[in-house]
T-cell receptor, first 110, second 116 residues
Framework: GENVEQHPSTLSVQEGDSAVIKCTYS??????FPWYKQELGKRPQLIID?????GEKKDQRIAVTLNKTAKHFSLHITETQPEDSAVYFC?????????FGKGTSLLVTP | GAVVSQHPSWVICKSGTSVKIECRSL??????MFWYRQFPKQSLMLMAT?????????EQGVEKDKFLINHASLTLSTLTVTSAHPEDSSFYIC????????????FGPGTRLTVT
């Protein structure tokens, strides 16, 4: 089945700096790559997603890039703010199911 | 976006009893729903894919006789944890959508199950 690797597991940045989280996937048939933000005890919230026919997508301070050849995709958060602190999960869709990475705990310090 | 609800939001039960969790899509019809389990400080692990009107598809390692899934209508899927044990204590999250031609999955708020 699909295997999604996510790095780093923890990331600490100063407010205003950028944060980058990287994921790799194994199944070349994967066609949809969402990123979720999850706060403690709450549901995952979709923050950005990208389909396999697109290489890059941006939404204000958040961007995602996809390299299908290398089977990796990355989340970029610019001008980080303390409220960006949370756990971020990448996922890859094969068929109808999502396979999640292990998560990155992001801490933004003022 | 679409709204998915879960009930209950938290439940405490005794070892050996069964617990039913409901997942509802409130403003759309979901032919496919998904059940995930999340242990503390871990990722979401897909347990099963629930298809309306047919049997659920379970992921490897998930006991189908222990985690009973019923998807009797286009807006409701239920997960019953039978003969619960303390190791079943976890955060159970459902999602809906993500079917044919629909990429995005909409997550429910989750159910915190504690088995004593």
């Amino acid at each position: 089945g699909e295997n999604v690797e996510q790095h780093p597991s923890t990331l600490s940045v100063q407010e205003g700096d950028s944060a980058v989280i990287k994921c790799t996937y194994s199944d070349s048939a994967s066609n949809y790559f969402p990123w979720y933000k999850q706060e403690l005890g709450k549901r995952p919230q979709l923050i950005i997603d990208i389909r396999s026919n697109v290489g890059e997508k941006k939404d204000q301070r958040i961007a995602v890039t996809l390299n299908k050849t290398a089977k990796h995709f990355s989340l970029h958060i610019t001008e980080t703010q303390p409220e960006d602190s949370a756990v971020y999960f990448c996922a890859a869709r094969t068929g109808y199911a999502l396979n999640f990475g292990k998560g990155t705990s992001l801490l933004v310090t003022p | 976006g679409a709204v998915v609800s879960q009930h209950p939001s938290w439940v405490i039960c005794k070892s050996g009893t069964s617990v039913k969790i409901e997942c509802r899509s409130l403003d759309f019809q979901a032919t496919t729903m998904f059940w995930y389990r999340q242990f503390p400080k871990q990722s979401l692990m897909l347990m099963a894919t629930s298809n309306e009107g047919s049997k659920a598809t379970y992921e490897q390692g998930v006991e189908k006789d222990k985690f009973l899934i019923n998807h009797a209508s286009l807006t409701l899927s239920t997960l019953t944890v039978t003969s619960a044990h303390p190791e079943d204590s976890s955060f159970y999250i459902c999602s809906a959508g993500g079917g044919a031609g629909a990429y995005e999955q909409y997550f429910g708020p989750g159910t915190r199950l504690t088995v004593t």
